[in-house]
Nanobody
Framework: VQLQASGGGLVQAGGSLRLSCAAS????????ITWYRQAPGKQRELVAL???????NLADSVKGRFTLSRDNAENTVTLQMNSLKPEDTAVYYC?????????RGQGTQVTVSS
């Protein structure tokens, strides 16, 4: 099983980034996909979740700025991040869960400069 987050980078405040979570080795359409982030010295924070039916939940801190979508044919989930703020700076991870099966990929760094 592989779960890979990509698309991070350095962007100025107000800019946008698109993160992707690509999975292989699982029946992707069955899994709920969650994006987490962790900034230095802070606890891990749930950013957004998309379930197997395509329903989404976003943290209050990103509502109105981030959107989440999935493409089951491509085994990917996309996190579109707009109007980025310096406080969005963190390592972003994606997580796949189906019942007792759970996988986490390596993160991608997002840095937002003021």
């Amino acid at each position: 099983v592989q779960l890979q987050a990509s698309g991070g980078g350095l962007v100025q405040a107000g800019g946008s980034l698109r993160l992707s979570c690509a999975a292989s080795g699982i029946s992707f359409s069955l899994y709920d996909i969650t994006w987490y982030r962790q900034a230095p010295g802070k606890q891990r924070e749930l950013v957004a979740l998309i379930n197997s039916r395509g329903s989404t939940n976003l943290a209050d801190s990103v509502k109105g700025r981030f959107t989440l979508s999935r493409d089951n044919a491509e085994n990917t989930v996309t996190l579109q991040m707009n109007s980025l703020k310096p406080e969005d700076t963190a390592v972003y991870y994606c997580n796949a869960r189906w019942g007792d099966f759970e996988y986490r990929g390596q993160g991608t760094q997002v840095t937002v400069s003021s």
